[in-house]
């Protein structure tokens, strides 16, 4: 079945600076790919996603790229902000289930 | 109007209880899910229900018993409960069954079981 691996854990930035969050997956087969963010006590929500025949996809400061012969997805954020602390996780498509990384804290300080 | 429900949003409760939680998605969505959240913060599929039927149950204990009465409701009862039950459950839901389209998310039951 899919794996989906998610690295680093945790990343402290500085406002203004740049974070990427790296997730790698393990079925070829998986063919979409999305971004959650998860602020504490809430519920996760989608904040970007993109399928497997695109390559890249931006909105606003939030971008993901796909790496489909690497089996690489990637959530690069620009100009962080305080409001971008949270956990954000990547999935990846499985048999009929999403299969989510274990997680990403971000702490994004003023 | 929120999209995914579900109650309650806290449960406190003695090992060897049961409990239930329910469900309910406005959305017309065919595919409902319920996923735990440890203290790490993993998100873990338990279940997944395809217009009322079971598709996915990933090695979940046969104490967790999920019943959906139709597309829009999934609820989860949990026999026997025990220490390491303790976690928040989410239910989600989605459109269609292959699983390639947002999910969303209802605001979490934190279970402690004491």
């Known amino acids: 079945g899919e794996n989906v691996e998610q690295h680093p854990s945790t990343l402290s930035v500085q406002e203004g600076d740049s974070a990427v969050i790296k997730c790698t997956y393990s079925?070829?087969?998986?063919?979409?790919f999305p971004w959650y963010k998860q602020e504490l006590g809430k519920r996760p929500q989608l904040i970007i996603d993109i399928r497997s025949n695109v390559g890249e996809k931006k909105d606003q400061r939030i971008a993901v790229t796909l790496n489909k012969t690497a089996k690489h997805f990637s959530l690069h954020i620009t100009e962080t902000q305080p409001e971008d602390s949270a956990v954000y996780f990547c999935a990846a498509s499985g048999f009929q289930k999403l299969v989510f990384g274990t997680g990403t804290r971000l702490l994004v300080s003023p | 109007d929120t999209a995914v429900s579900q109650t309650p949003k806290y449960l406190v409760t003695q090992m060897g209880n049961d409990k239930s939680i329910k469900c309910e998605q406005n959305?017309?969505?065919?595919?409902m899910y319920w996923y735990k959240q440890d203290s790490k913060k993993f998100l873990k599929i338990m279940f997944s229900?395809?217009?009322?039927?079971?598709?996915i149950n990933e090695t979940v204990p046969n104490r967790f018993s999920p019943k959906s009465p139709d597309k829009a409701h999934l609820n989860l009862h949990i026999n026997s409960l025990e220490l390491g039950d303790s976690a928040v459950y989410f239910c989600?839901?989605?459109?269609?069954?292959?699983?390639?389209?947002?999910?969303?998310f209802g605001q979490g039951t934190r279970l402690t079981v004491v």
């Open positions: 989600a839901s989605s459109q269609g069954s292959e699983m390639n389209t947002e999910a969303f």
């Open positions: 079925d070829s087969a998986s063919n979409y």
């Open positions: 229900y395809n217009n009322k039927e079971l598709i």
């Open positions: 959305l017309g969505h065919d595919t």
